[in-house]
């Protein structure tokens, strides 16, 4: 493994917290007009994202049964998630105001598009984003797969502990696996939960399987439509991890015994991620994770344009704030993985 120093799992004692100081850089935000809609952005991203969408499908009615089907379903995969990222937009509201038109264009694009419970997701994201790598209140730091604390790890037995121990070695390979855990953790919450729009959210997850399995089988034989099937999902599932792992992991994991203000306790869980336009691209904007979640309903296209604001604010308050290279944050969320892993031999 890489030799990279871990954050402790406890949260450095912060500043003093001020209730003003969220209020004071709330000011320097909309003077600098960004919590305002962008419109001509989105409707140029909506039709270009879509449009590419649906060209992976042409492709692929076009080119028929042929193994050339395989690099089809790596662009598909990329398409796929390029979606998934708007409908992430348009449940934080980045788009649209108002609660109706952002919830059908979440089911459109989530549930028929990608074959993804929305409902699911946005109870799931919400309580992410109101409590940050909080070991009892985040669900993307429940025990799961993988172990987020030394504690998690050790109530393992069995092959969840030999997993556990080696989960820094197999967390990639395990991302790609990813996209069928979204579908089928999405399938179970709306036959089991009575999520807001049930009954939508189930027809049109139908809709999907349907018409995705169709259209694969009628057009390729059996074994070449697994083989496709595993490519785009598998890589979708790769990439969909791959743009969320370096956000948090890594980061102070809060307790109940931390007591932080809003705007501390988003950005010490957080880790930017440092590039360009095509890092923006290719992370769907969530590579500014600090300034999403200090300011969730922002328009991705005005993040970049908030963060010097946001690093200068947090430098003044004497907040921590966390930019890395691609390479560096997996290093920490990797190494992070490891030093939980190891507490389970450590503690034989």
């Known amino acids: ?7 402790d799992v406890v949260t450095p004692e912060p500043p003093v917290s001020r209730a003003s100081d969220f209020a004071a850089l709330c000011e320097r935000i909309t003077a600098a007009g960004l919590m305002k809609r962008r419109h001509g952005y989105y409707i140029a991203k909506v039709s270009l994202t879509v449009g590419f969408y649906i060209a992976c499908w042409v492709a692929f009615a076009l080119v028929g049964a042929s193994w050339w089907q395989l690099a089809v379903g790596v662009a598909l995969a990329f398409g796929s998630t390029q979606v998934a990222f708007l409908g992430h937009d348009f449940g934080h509201r980045q788009i649209f105001r108002t609660r109706r038109p952002s919830e059908v264009a979440g089911l459109v694009l989530g549930n028929l598009g990608v074959g993804m419970s929305y409902g699911w997701w946005m109870s799931k994201h919400t309580r992410h984003h109101a409590n940050p790598n909080h070991e009892d209140e985040d669900p993307d730091v429940a025990i799961g797969a993988l172990a987020w604390t030394p504690e998690q790890a050790q109530s393992r037995t069995g092959f969840m502990k030999f997993m ?3 989960q820094a ?3 990639f390979p395990l991302l790609f696996l990813e996209g069928l855990n979204l579908h089928v953790a999405g399938i179970k919450e709306v036959m089991t939960v009575p999520l807001r729009h049930r009954k939508w959210e189930a027809t ?3 809709a999907h399987i349907v018409i995705y399995l169709s259209a694969v089988f009628l057009v390729l034989p059996v074994g070449m439509g697994f083989a496709f099937i595993a490519v785009h999902q598998a890589l979708f599932g790769f990439y969909m991890g791959c743009s969320f792992a370096p956000n948090h992991k890594g980061m102070p994991i809060l307790t109940a015994e931390d007591n932080l203000d809003y705007l501390r306790k988003q950005v010490l869980t957080s880790r930017n991620v440092a590039g360009g336009p095509v890092t923006d691209f290719m992370l769907g904007g969530l590579n500014y994770q600090i300034e999403h979640h200090v300011f969730p ?3 991705r296209a005005n993040l970049h344009k908030a963060q010097p604001i946001v690093r200068d604010f947090c430098r003044e308050r004497d907040v921590s704030y966390l930019e890395s290279s691609v390479y560096d944050s997996y290093a920490m969320g ?4 490891n030093e939980v892993g190891k507490s ?3 503690s034989k």
């Open 1 to 7: 493994m890489t030799s990279v120093a871990v954050l």
């Open 164 to 166: 556990a121990r080696w």
């Open 169 to 171: 070695y197999i967390f």
């Open 204 to 206: 049109l997850l139908v």
């Open 297 to 299: 309903s922002m328009p």
């Open 334 to 337: 990797l190494a992070y993985l």
């Open 344 to 346: 389970v031999q450590d």
